[in-house]
């Protein structure tokens, strides 16, 4: 297993980023896991730019297939006195498969003061819970897991969530990495294993400045709204182990068969 920061830190730099070989166990089927390839173009977008304010929003394109050798770069679109915008490009041989915008923003003084999200009551697994990790040939290797299956119905995932390997990542690194790790939320309507997905695209807000948890569990949450035709709408919430919400967001995923 190779850890996220290890594949970081052996980054070859190229010309506006990097270029980096994604390891077989950081890989969703034939391409990279989604939470791998937008870790590397956030890597990618803090390494274009000095003092960014904390990261706030992405949208997120997973144009297509990414193995074996990428290149990641990143180049400022606009900064200006609040915000800064800066997008993210995946390529490998098959071309261009990944693409983003960052968006960076500190807080500002303002007279709204509204807050409907809501803290969960679930606490993260004790220390003797039986903790559930993939095979070292699949991107849940690098991952401990726990269930909360009694606590959803349809399709619906909630489960803690956490890296094996987090020493040496920065906050949001480490969050977006995590945040796409579970399954797409129609899969729990599956009746036939002919059935494959594909996330298309990633709509994620972060509700707090530079996110941190506890003993690294984040806790994930995702529902499908509408799954027809092929095509599957889900909303996704992560929280921390203090309970407290940290991301909203949104994904759009093909459904095939």
Known sequence: MTALAEL???????????????????????????????????????????????????????????????????????????????EATIR????????????????????????????????????????????????????????????????????????REREGLDPETHLIAVADALPPAAFALIRDNQVTMSSMTWIVNLLQPRPVTIDGWWLLHTRSDRAVGGYSSQRMTMWNADGVPVVEAMQGVAVFG
Do not use: C
């Not at 730099?13 to 969703?28: D, N, T």
């Not at 000095?50 to 992405?58: I, M, Y």
């Open 92 to 163: 490998s041989e098959a071309g261009l498969g990944y693409r983003a915008t960052f968006v960076f923003m500190a807080d500002l003084p303002s007279s709204i003061a509204h807050d409907e999200t809501g803290r969960t009551p679930h606490a993260p697994p004790p220390a003797d819970a039986e903790l559930y990790t993939g095979p070292p040939g699949f991107f849940t290797g690098n991952f401990n897991f726990y269930d909360m299956k009694a606590h959803v119905s349809g399709p619906e995932w909630l489960r803690w969530g956490r890296l």
């Open 8 to 86: 970081l830190a052996g980054a070859e730099p190229v010309q506006g980023g990097f270029r980096v070989e994604v390891p077989p166990s950081w890989l969703q089927g034939r391409t990279a896991y989604g939470g791998l390839s937008s870790a590397l173009a956030l890597h990618a977008a803090k390494l274009s730019d000095t003092d960014l304010p904390p990261l706030r929003s992405a949208l997120i394109a997973f144009v297509g297939p990414l193995s074996g050798t990428v290149t990641v770069t990143a180049e400022r679109l606009r900064r200006g006195r609040n915000a800064a915008f800066v």
